[in-house]
């Protein structure tokens, strides 16, 4: 799988001081080549343009710098023994100088001279402290060296304004040289930092890309997919991560369609697209890599996640909206009691009339509760489950709903056995659970032409106590019956889509559970599974 790639080389700058350590060993050959054309080349009394007072000390002298340096040049590079190598050979050079200038006194200001580059460049590779060692160990041995030679009354002496000034140059240069190494060492050492940190930052990127539940894919002009994540690798298959750089328009046809579209300029549509049966739908986004790239990005967003997003937003504005809301239904359905309750103590009202009143007032109470219940699911309270007899509850349930809901030709029964099955459940929660089940039931639970059949069927399986709502109608296509309990999905133009979730809500709350069960001869089954009255002792 080609995915954005597991791993961006490490951008660091590493320090080189093989790199100058061969340029320095690389100049000391020079150096001893020098002297060795100055003493055993065929014009050598030409280049050497004065006498020598030592032959042997010079012979001796320039053989064992040139073999030095070409070791040096060789095996003189290693990293490990920096601080060895460099004050090793501004040692050996230092003294290799102060012989050559006692053994040849003409070549003094031209071996001087050449000397200035070796110092420079081993203070330029040492500390702060070897440095400006290497420089006094520099001026010393060049005063040194002609303090022997005014003594020993080597040839003419030299003007000491020279002495001074080679020995004035050498600290000076020497102490140049440091802080310039200083300076580099720390420059580099920034970039060192600089570099781990621009790697890390690569790599957290590259883990969070590929750990993103939305997924990206860069797409050239061509139509081919250079960099997918494994988000995007999931929802398109594994053809979006072939390494040849797979085809969009071969994967996604509709995506391809939709991506050439953004790229001329039409309006992005914005409905979520089915790529494979087996996939959620999915939302395209669209976006240039860069300006005046040819790359372009596609953010693949799960339509189901942005739903639920949209679903918990809308939930908690309808939340604080019932709370608003209850005042407002609680006032008239106060007025309304109250006016009943002073119907009933007129002497006027002939039984049938109380009759009609006592329902008006039980349906107050009934509605006062369901908001309570509304609000209650909305600021998450806890609910107050009883022991709750299921049989007498479905009988009494069916009494007061035909009582109160004329069902005309349809069937409202409840089924119930001999043996009691008590629940551990609020049972105002529970009424409106089974009211909002029977009135679908009512509504949708019918075959064309036909009254509705509704059974209300309690059981007791695996110590838990069950309500069958079962109906005979057409029944729930496996597509709709997957998003029952969805917050807003209906398929009526007249539903809200809250019943069933409220309904599930405050099953919820009561620890118990409500679901869609299919029935193979037809119809319809919503089956409340509720606690026991001994469910804390056997949990």
Request: charged fraction near 20%; charge should be neutral.
């Amino acid at each position: 799988m080609s995915t954005v790639p597991a791993k961006t080389p490490v951008l660091a700058l590493v320090s080189e001081p093989r790199r100058e350590l061969y340029f320095l060993a690389l100049y000391r050959v020079l150096e001893a080549g020098i002297l060795a054309g100055l003493l055993f080349s065929p014009l050598s009394d030409v280049l050497s343009a004065g006498a020598i007072n030592s032959p042997a000390l010079a012979t001796a002298v320039t053989v064992f710098y040139l073999v030095f340096s070409l070791a040096m040049l060789l095996f003189g590079r290693s990293e490990n023994r920096l601080l060895r190598i460099v004050i090793g050979g501004a040692c050996v050079d230092l003294t290799v100088a102060s012989l050559i200038t006692y053994a040849l006194p003409d070549a003094a200001p031209g071996v001087a001279m050449l000397l200035l580059f070796n110092v420079a460049a081993a203070c330029t590779l040492l500390p702060l402290r070897w440095g400006v060692g290497v420089a006094a160990t520099a001026t010393l041995a060049h005063f040194i060296e002609y303090l022997v030679a005014v003594l020993a009354n080597n040839g003419p002496p030299r003007p000491v304004a020279e002495v001074v000034m080679f020995c004035v140059s050498y600290l000076a240069v020497g102490l140049l040289a440091v802080q310039v190494g200083l300076r580099a060492r720390r420059s580099q050492q920034l970039a060192d930092a600089r570099g781990v940190e621009v790697a890390n930052l690569v790599e957290v990127n590259e883990l969070i890309i590929r750990r993103m539940r939305t997924g990206v894919l860069v797409v050239d002009l061509d139509g081919r997919i250079r960099l997918s994540n494994e988000a995007a690798t999931g929802l398109l298959g594994e053809a979006a991560g072939t390494d040849g750089g797979a085809l969009l328009q071969g994967i996604a046809p509709e995506l391809a369609r939709r991506l050439q579209r953004w790229r001329n300029g039409w309006q992005n549509d914005e409905t979520p697209l089915t790529l494979t049966p087996d996939q959620p739908d999915i939302q395209p986004r669209f976006a240039r890599l860069l300006a005046g790239s040819e790359l372009s990005l596609i953010f693949l967003d799960d339509a189901t996640v942005v739903s639920r997003r949209a679903e918990s937003l809308t939930l908690a504005a309808l939340g604080r909206f019932s709370a608003s809301l209850a005042h407002e239904i609680r006032n008239p359905l106060a007025a309304i009691n109250y006016a009943v309750q002073l119907l009933e103590e007129s002497r006027e009202f002939n039984p049938s009339d109380r009759h009609l009143l006592g329902i008006i007032h039980q349906q107050c109470q009934r509605t006062n509760g369901i908001v309570e219940s509304v609000l209650g699911l909305a600021r998450r309270e806890r609910a107050t489950p009883e022991h709750t007899d299921l049989n007498v509850f479905a009988r009494q349930f069916v009494d007061d709903y035909q009582q109160s809901m004329p069902i005309e030709t349809d069937s409202l029964e409840a089924v119930t056995g001999n043996r009691q099955v008590t629940a551990m459940i609020d049972p105002r929660h529970l009424h409106q659970v089974v009211t909002v089940l029977v009135h679908n039931a009512l509504n949708y639970g019918r075959l064309p032409g036909e009254p509705a059949r509704i059974r209300l069927r309690v059981f007791q399986l695996d110590q838990r106590a069950m309500i069958d709502i079962l109906d005979r109608g057409p029944g729930i296509p496996a597509a709709v019956a997957a998003q029952l309990f969805r917050p807003f999905f209906t398929t009526s133009e007249h539903g809200t889509g809250l019943g069933l979730y409220i309904a599930r809500e405050l099953c919820r709350a009561n620890q118990a559970t409500l679901e869609y069960v299919a029935v193979p001869g037809g119809g319809s089954c919503f089956r409340i599974a509720m606690p026991g009255p001994n469910s804390l002792l056997t949990a």
